[in-house]
């Protein structure tokens, strides 16, 4: 899981698996941000789930979040090649400054 | 496609010597911030500047320097870069603060020798 780790996760799968990635944050956030980084370019918003929703669909992400443990999750439903990327969850502790990112989880999807 | 914009996209240089980074965003937005992304890809927040005031400047060495001409623009100075200064710097914009989604350049990358 991303959050209060220094190494980054690295998950590795086969094309029609599912994954799951974890992040927990520290502070009480009303909203959760997940991004994908592909290598050479910069990070792109893939999910945004907010604190009254349990769960957030799109196509195959499927993201929830838990304020009471301070906890959200991605999924990738039958990953494909394409899903390779560094997977970041990001949150705005301190109100309305910045966002602060997790520390990443790497998929790496093979045929 | 992309509307926030880097340049350079690659620099080298040696310990010691000034680089400069420019950013530009054709979103209209007024808020952008500059993100230093470790080899371990580690990202974190330097500075956030809204219509051209900074409003964040987290805990960084004092050799480097935001610059704001207009809020579409925010430039990164380096006064005399360290070997740890070695990163990919990566430009985003809001159109608020906090929550707001970021869209993010390319990054520059900085190798210090």
């Known amino acids: 899981s991303q959050w209060g780790e220094e190494n980054l996760q690295a998950l590795s799968i086969q094309e029609g698996e599912d994954v799951t990635m974890n992040c927990s944050y520290k502070?009480?956030?009303?909203?959760v941000h997940w991004y994908r980084q592909d290598s050479g370019r910069g990070p792109a918003l893939i999910i945004l789930?907010?604190?009254?929703?349990r769960e957030k669909r799109s196509g195959r992400l499927r993201a929830t979040l838990d304020t009471s443990s301070q906890s959200s999750s991605l999924s990738i439903t039958a990953a494909q090649c394409e899903d390779t990327a560094v997977y970041f969850c990001?949150?705005?502790?301190?109100?309305?400054?910045?966002?602060?990112f997790g520390t990443g989880t790497t998929v790496s999807v093979s045929p | 496609e992309t509307a926030v914009f880097q340049t350079p996209n690659y620099h080298v240089t040696q310990v010691g010597n000034e680089v400069s980074f420019n950013c530009k965003q054709t979103?209209?937005?007024?808020?952008m911030y500059w993100y230093k992304q470790d080899s371990k890809k580690l990202l974190k927040i330097m500075f956030s500047y809204n219509n051209k005031q900074l409003i964040v400047n987290e805990t960084v060495p004092r050799r480097f320097s935001p610059q704001s001409s207009d809020k579409a623009h925010l430039n990164l100075r380096i006064k005399s870069v360290e070997p740890e200064d070695s990163a990919v710097y990566l430009c985003?914009?809001?159109?608020?603060?906090?929550?707001?989604?970021?869209?993010f350049g390319h990054g520059t990358k900085l190798s210090v020798l």
């Open positions: 979103l209209g937005h007024d808020t």
């Open positions: 502070t009480y956030t009303t909203v």
């Open positions: 990001a949150t705005d502790p301190q109100g309305g400054r910045a966002l602060i």
């Open positions: 789930i907010r604190s009254n929703e």
């Open positions: 985003a914009s809001s159109s608020g603060t906090g929550n707001e989604r970021l869209f």
